[in-house]
């Protein structure tokens, strides 16, 4: 199962856990920049929403590309 | 010169007329009384044992406006629009808990519980979540002013209204021994009655006396109409109080705790008022209930029924007991709200006369709604 299909079923089941972790790893995968902070856009937007206390942590990364 | 109806209304009780027709039946006076009565006043919404635990969020349509009821991060009960300052998407469309922020369902833009606009996703193209146009500080979520007392959460949609304690405070001092902890039943102490009239209607039949013989015969062969006094203060509240409270007992003979401190008369009577515009509180010895009037229609309204006790634990089967004696009582009055919003459908109805004797606390509510409306007609 790719990273990508993993991803979609996260989605379909609405396992917004799952989508702060699965999104973190595609922006530790990504070759660029801006891809990277899509990706880690993703993971941050679900992490606050859920109250994860990956949220900070992935605010910072994004902090560091001036991103947010 | 054409007299105003209204004018009539604000008569004296001897000569005074009730509301006329179009109050009830009219969709244009409707959404006058819409603007002039329940926006420009505080309005009951809820409950804050609704939302009772923090991050708690229920979404509520009053009046056709989608508002979210939320118990912020820090306790603070709280009523905002519930929508979305980017695109108006509804935001919360079921009760839940947020567990960290309120994402939008459409572009995520995200909203700590306070209301305040925490992160704009993409706002800057992709992975940009930032731009010079976007200033969060001034696109948090709209607040709606509100106040809560009597755990009741009263809402001021238009923003005009005096402060709650300076408009109630009369009320306040006069109930102020009952300023103290009250303790939501649970579940068993809640349920919602529909009502096939315009919410008005519930507010003046709850607020006298005069038909309780006639049509609560059971509870008049406990509290007699002969104990019960009018409350009527013009411009503020009206209501019903009765000397003698007799406190329900269980199976074993055992009885609710009372709140504490209370006064003997309060030890031996109670008292029911209708807090304008919608809603309905009584309070007795050892239990108090909340009633808020949702106003769903012209003639539909929705009676959201609350009881409160002076301790968090109480006797399930009294409690239940309790429920259902009340439930039974509010129960009784549906055919008469039904049936008088079918009356206002006769043309040659003038509003009614009332009794002096025994309708002050009605006269004194349609006082007060033309007084509301002839402000409103003049801003």
């Known amino acids: 199962m790719t990273l990508q299909d993993r991803l979609l079923a996260a989605h379909a089941h609405g396992d917004r856990h799952a989508l702060v972790a699965l999104y973190t790893q595609a922006a530790d995968q990504a070759a660029e920049t801006d891809a990277a902070c899509f990706y880690l856009t993703h993971a941050y937007i679900f992490a606050l929403e859920t109250g994860d206390a990956a949220a900070d942590a992935l605010y910072r990364r994004l902090k560091a590309h001036g991103r947010v | 010169m054409v007299q105003d109806p209204l004018d009539a209304v604000r008569q004296p009780i001897e000569t005074a007329k009730g509301l006329p027709n179009a109050h009830y039946i009219d969709p244009a006076t409707f959404e006058q009384e819409k603007h002039a009565v329940l926006w420009a006043n505080w309005t009951g919404l809820a409950v804050t044992a609704d939302v009772p635990e923090n991050g708690d969020a229920k979404p509520v ?34 009760p839940k808990k947020i567990e960290g922020a309120i994402r939008c369902p459409y572009h ?37 002013r509100s106040h809560i007392w009597f755990d009741t959460v009263f809402i001021n949609i238009d923003g005009t209204a005096a402060p709650f304690q300076q408009v109630h405070a009369d009320l306040i001092a006069r109930w102020a021994a009952f300023d103290q902890p009250m303790h939501h039943g649970g579940p068993d102490s809640r349920f919602a009655l529909d009502l096939k009239t315009n919410w008005k209607l519930a507010v003046e039949n709850y607020c006298e006396s005069y038909h309780l013989p006639w049509v609560h015969p059971g509870l008049s062969s406990y509290s007699r109409l002969e104990d019960h006094y009018n409350i009527a203060e013009p411009g503020q509240y009206s209501g019903q109080g009765t000397l003698v409270y007799r406190q329900l007992s269980g199976d074993d ?69 309790n429920a259902t004696r009340w439930r039974a009582v509010f129960e009784e009055d549906i055919f008469v709200v039904e049936g008088m919003q079918k009356g206002r459908h006769a043309p040659y109805f003038d509003g009614g006369r009332f009794s002096p004797a025994m309708d002050g606390p009605t006269h004194c509510f349609h006082d007060w709604v033309a007084a509301k409306i002839a402000t409103h007609r003049r801003v």
């Open chain 2, 61 to 94: 349509t009053f009046l056709g406006m989608p508002l979210l009821l939320i118990r912020d991060r820090a306790g603070l009960v709280r009523v905002f629009e519930n929508i979305c300052r980017h695109r108006g998407m509804i935001l919360v469309s079921e």
């Open chain 2, 108 to 144: 995520s833009w995200c909203y700590a519980t306070d209301g305040k606009l925490v992160s704009t996703p993409h706002v800057g193209g992709p992975g940009h979540n930032t731009h010079d146009a976007i200033d969060k500080t001034t696109l948090g979520l709209t607040e709606i």
């Open chain 2, 253 to 321: 003979g055992q009885t609710f705790p009372d709140f504490p401190g209370l006064s003997d008369n309060w030890i031996t009577g109670g008292e029911y008022m209708a807090v304008y515009p919608n809603v309905l509180l009584g309070v007795q010895r050892d239990h108090a209930f909340v009633i808020v009037l949702e106003p769903q229609s012209l003639a539909a309204t929705r009676e959201h029924i609350h009881l409160y006790y002076a301790t968090a634990q109480t006797d399930a089967a009294l409690r239940a007991k």
